[in-house]
T-cell receptor, first 114, second 110 residues
Framework: DGGITQSPKYLFRKEGQNVTLSCEQN?????MYWYRQDPGQGLRLIYY???????QKGDIAEGYSVSREKKESFPLTVTSAQKNPTAFYLC?????????????FGQGTRLTVV | QKEVEQNSGPLSVPEGAIASLNCTYS??????FFWYRQYSGKSPELIMF????GDKEDGRFTAQLNKASQYVSLLIRDSQPSDSATYLC??????????FGSGTRLQVQP
């Protein structure tokens, strides 16, 4: 089945620890995105990538890092510099910047600081 | 001013009624407009998209776009309890990723 797979579904982070959220897609989409959602809030853009080996900061990139070494993969690392990481993290992909940006989402990763 | 604004609700309608959800945006250069439905604890699901002024219908859903007034709306006809969810408006503002509103929570009363 084609789609976007995020793992794990739930993740617990200790203070001062880096954690990496996985996002894999088999839709052959060029563009991939990471959003963060806090309770009762909309989605805020963390990072996006239009092509392999290239990515851009979004509105709230501080404390996060990404890589795009393969077309199908766009992992997000939440570093210890992110002071309030508890949130719902959503990965999305779209065919390209020219496809009017119909974006489709994975099932999300819920991160909690313990 | 937020780039994309929605009333947070909740918007409560009786079963079988028309639900009307509204969204305004600030960037006049915006080109593409999307409605996502998000059930509690789940990820957003694309339900409608519109690029040109006017109406676009798909089943019980109608998206309406008025670029001169900078608003986009979603009508849900014959509302069902299963339509109860948060509806997110998203706009392509010329940057390389969608910008989302904070969502409107819809409650359909049986």
């Amino acid at each position: 089945d084609g789609g976007i797979t995020q793992s794990p579904k739930y993740l617990f982070r200790k203070e001062g620890q880096n954690v990496t959220l996985s996002c894999e897609q088999n839709l052959n989409h060029d563009a991939m995105y990471w959003y963060r959602q806090d309770p009762g809030q909309g989605l805020r853009l963390i990072y996006y990538s239009q092509i392999v080996n290239d990515f851009q900061k979004g509105d709230i990139a501080e404390g996060y890092s990404v890589s795009r070494e393969k077309k199908e993969s766009f992992p997000l690392t939440v570093t210890s510099a992110q002071k309030n990481p508890t949130a719902f993290y959503l990965c999305a992909s779209s065919q390209s910047r020219y496809s009017r940006l119909k974006a489709f989402f994975g099932q999300g990763t819920r991160l909690t600081v313990v | 001013q937020k780039e994309v604004e929605q009333n947070s609700g909740p918007l409560s309608v009786p079963e079988g009624a028309i639900a009307s959800l509204n969204c305004t945006y600030s960037d006049r250069g915006s080109q593409s407009f999307f409605w996502y439905r998000q059930y509690s604890g789940k990820s957003p699901e694309l339900i409608m998209f519109i690029y040109s002024n006017g109406d676009k219908e798909d089943g019980r859903f109608t998206a309406q776009l008025n670029k001169a007034s900078q608003y986009v709306s979603l009508l849900i006809r014959d509302s069902q309890p299963s339509d109860s969810a948060t509806y997110l408006c998203a706009v392509h503002t010329g940057r390389r990723a969608l910008t989302f509103g904070s969502g409107t929570r819809l409650q359909v009363q049986p």
